[in-house]
């Protein structure tokens, strides 16, 4: 398993943008497809994005594409969500997480194994 950190929440107006980060350590980061998850009090967790481990593809909720961005740093051991043309409905605390056998159009939380302690993100209309 790989270990999990996320960095960069806080609070942004309607509109603004937001950049997420996931710091990895750990065996095999680079072998390894990660995902955002977010939760909204009183809400289920949530698939945000996902991306393949070498490759890089990645994949999006519906409710975010053309908005979210996920990418990644395999020499880094780094995640990160850049998020724009953020929504008071965007507030949730973030997770980002780990699988080691991820397949694209995968967004079941059962399927990630390791996950970080979330960071919140709060937009204000």
């Known amino acids: 398993q790989v270990q999990l950190v996320e960095s960069g929440g806080g609070l942004v107006q309607a509109g603004g943008s937001l950049r997420l980060s996931c710091a990895a350590s750990?065996?095999?980061?680079?072998?390894?497809?990660m995902g955002w998850f977010r939760q909204a009090p009183g809400k289920e967790r949530e698939f945000v994005a996902g991306?393949?481990?070498?490759?890089?593809?990645?994949y999006y909720a519906d409710s975010v594409k053309g908005r979210f961005t996920i990418s990644r740093d395999n020499a880094k051991n780094t995640v990160t969500l850049q998020m724009n043309d953020l929504k008071p409905e965007d507030t949730a605390v973030y997770y980002c997480?780990?699988?080691?056998?991820?397949?694209?159009?995968?967004?079941?939380?059962?399927?990630?194994?390791?996950w970080g302690q979330g960071t919140q993100v709060t937009v204000s209309s």
């Open positions: 997480a780990a699988s080691p056998r991820l397949r694209v159009g995968v967004s079941e939380a059962p399927s990630f194994d390791s």
């Open positions: 750990g065996r095999g980061f680079s072998s390894y497809g």
């Open positions: 991306i393949m481990s070498r490759g890089g593809r990645t």
